[in-house]
T-cell receptor, first 112, second 113 residues
Framework: GESVGLHLPTLSVQEGDNSIINCAYSNSASDYFIWYKQESGKGPQFIIDIRSNMDKRQGQRVTVLLNKTVKHLSLQIAATQPGDSAVYFCAEGYTGRRALTFGSGTRLQVQP | DTEVTQTPKHLVMGMTNKKSLKCEQH?????MYWYKQKAKKPPELMFV???????INESVPSRFSPECPNSSLLNLHLHALQPEDSALYLC????????????FGQGTRLTVV
């Protein structure tokens, strides 16, 4: 069946370092991908998205890379800050699927 | 206004109670969603409404009953829940179904006792 995700690891980085969070997906029909950030006790918050006709997209301090050949998505956070500490989820969608499917998430811990 | 508002924030209910969760958005979005999230797990889709019509029911037990009174409101009626239904219930909306960013509310933390 379809699956998006990764085991729930914890990524621990030092403040100021760059962070890279990875996500694998298995549905080759997926054509839309989003990264969400979820802080404790809150709902998921949109970070950045990318469509399958692109392989890279940049936002403020964040970059998403899409490798369709190996069905891999990554989120790069530059100059990681303590406020970036949260669980990060990738999610995917495709035409005909009327909702996003979430991966299993990665916890990012930023050490001051 | 880019908010999805959910009420209540916390809810404790007994297994014989009937309660409702409410969700509201004023972004003109035509798709609204209910997700269930257990601790340390990703959100799992329950229901999708598109243009106020139920579009997807992910085989959710009938003790959960969604309702979309108008394009801005989404309710989730709860009846005869089980303790394993305790979770964070998230409402989301998007401009259209699929392939668009979904905005999430803060969730209702539900505890069934």
């Amino acid at each position: 069946g379809e699956s998006v995700g990764l085991h729930l690891p914890t990524l621990s980085v030092q403040e100021g370092d760059n962070s890279i969070i990875n996500c694998a997906y298995s549905n080759s029909a997926s054509d839309y991908f989003i990264w969400y950030k979820q802080e404790s006790g809150k709902g998921p918050q949109f970070i950045i998205d990318i469509r399958s006709n692109m392989d890279k997209r940049q936002g403020q301090r964040v970059t998403v890379l899409l490798n369709k050949t190996v069905k891999h998505l990554s989120l790069q956070i530059a100059a990681t800050q303590p406020g970036d500490s949260a669980v990060y989820f990738c999610a995917e969608g495709y035409t005909g699927r009327r909702a996003l499917t979430f991966g299993s998430g990665t916890r990012l811990q930023v050490q001051p | 206004d880019t908010e999805v508002t959910q009420t209540p924030k916390h809810l404790v209910m007994g297994m014989t109670n009937k309660k409702s969760l409410k969700c509201e958005q004023h972004m003109g979005h035509r798709a609204m969603y209910w997700y269930k999230q257990k601790a340390k797990k990703p959100p799992e889709l329950m229901f999708v409404y598109s243009y106020e019509k139920l579009s997807i029911n992910e085989s959710v037990p009938s003790r959960f009953s969604p309702e979309c009174p108008n394009s801005s409101l989404l309710n989730l009626h709860l009846h005869a829940l089980q303790p394993e239904d305790s979770a964070l219930y998230l409402c989301a909306s998007s401009q259209e179904v699929s392939n668009t960013e979904a905005f999430f509310g803060q969730g209702t933390r539900l505890t069934v006792v």
